[in-house]
Structures are given as C-alpha cells and as structure tokens.
C-alpha cells in the first residue's frame, strides 16, 4: 500500500528525472544545436509541426535558419517560438546543460535546496543574472506539474518498475534510491 507523503512524492518525481537522463550525459547525447533543435520539435510536435499561429499543419520547413513556415498563414516559427526558451536567446546547449545540472544536483547534493545561482552560471559558463532566469525558467519546467517542455526532452529513458513493485509505494523508492546509487539503469 502506498501511505507515502508530499516530500516522497517530490524524491520520486526528480529520482526519475535524474535516472531517465542519458547514461553519457546531454552534451554527449545531444552533440550540437541541430540535434538540440531536432529533439525540441518532437518533444513538442509528437505528430509533425503545427502553427503555433493558425494551428495549420501544412508547414515548410527552411532548413538553413530552423524555421518553419506556415503554408496558410505565412508565419515562421521555430521549435522555441512563443517560450520562455525563446525569450532569452540563450544557446540550447545551456538549457539541457542547466536541465542536468538542476535535475543533479537536486538529487546527488540537496533534495532541500536547489543549486545556486553562481553555482550554476559558474558550471555553464556564463552570468550570473543569465544563469538566475534560466534556473527560474527550467525549475518551472521541470517541478512536478510544470511545462514539462525542457524535462521531456533531456530525459530521454525510460524507467520500467520490476514486476512486484508497486508504484509509489516504500519498495519501489527504496528501488530508485538504489539504482541511483548503483549508477545502473533499467530500460524498457
Ligand atoms: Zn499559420
């Protein structure tokens, strides 16, 4: 039986974000920005792009600038258009960079607090105001009932509980706190 309470149900949420990011790391796993951007427009366009104007789903694609362009309405779009990732034009590599290192250190180093501000632009090369709007940008997106944007597209496995286990329940954290441990990973 599941009896557990909000700060466990918070363990469960980034134990599994942080054991569904790739083994090799995202910088790896997502090697430039194309692949970024590739990543970007089927976390949010599952079945193909649509306008994010007119809804329309006959779209060109211009590949030299990722963009997209609406065939009825003429709008151009990119996998960012209309985010809180657009707004800053920041590179990607920062977002899934900062996305890794919020989900891990959250995890390995404090379930209480978040990584700093100057911790993270420190880790990603970058200001410290710049890095305080991404951290604001990706923890909205990845907390539990957030845009889940950003978190779907670094976390790229997926977790299947051994037979037995029940889901939310002692056993199955117990589970996830000894995977994390092991550093092994369970696909489906
Ligand atoms: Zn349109």
Excluded at 166 to 186: I, K, P, Q
Aim: proline share 4%; hydrophobic share 40%; net charge positive.
């Amino acid at each position: 039986m599941s009896n557990i309470g909000q700060k466990e149900l918070d363990h469960f949420h980034w134990l599994t974000m942080a054991l569904s990011l790739p083994e090799e790391g995202v910088a790896k796993y997502f090697p430039d920005e194309p692949a970024r951007i590739k990543r970007l427009v089927e976390v949010r366009w599952p079945h193909g792009p649509t306008c994010i104007r007119c809804l329309g789903d006959s779209i060109t694609k211009i590949e030299t600038r990722s963009l997209f362009q609406c065939r009825k309405c003429r709008h151009q779009f990119s996998a960012t258009s209309g985010t809180a990732l657009h707004r800053t034009r920041l590179p990607l590599g920062n977002w899934f960079q900062a996305t890794e290192s919020l989900i891990h250190y959250h995890v390995d180093i404090s379930l209480r607090y978040h990584m700093p501000g100057h911790a993270l632009a420190q880790k990603l090369g970058i200001q410290y105001v710049a890095a305080r709007r991404i951290r604001k940008v990706v923890l909205a997106d990845i907390e539990e009932g957030g845009y889940n944007f950003l978190r779907s597209a670094v976390c790229v496995q997926a977790l299947k509980i051994p037979t037995g286990v029940t889901a939310y329940s002692n056993d199955h954290l117990r589970w996830l706190v000894e995977l994390r441990l092991s550093g092994l990973r369970f696909r489906s």
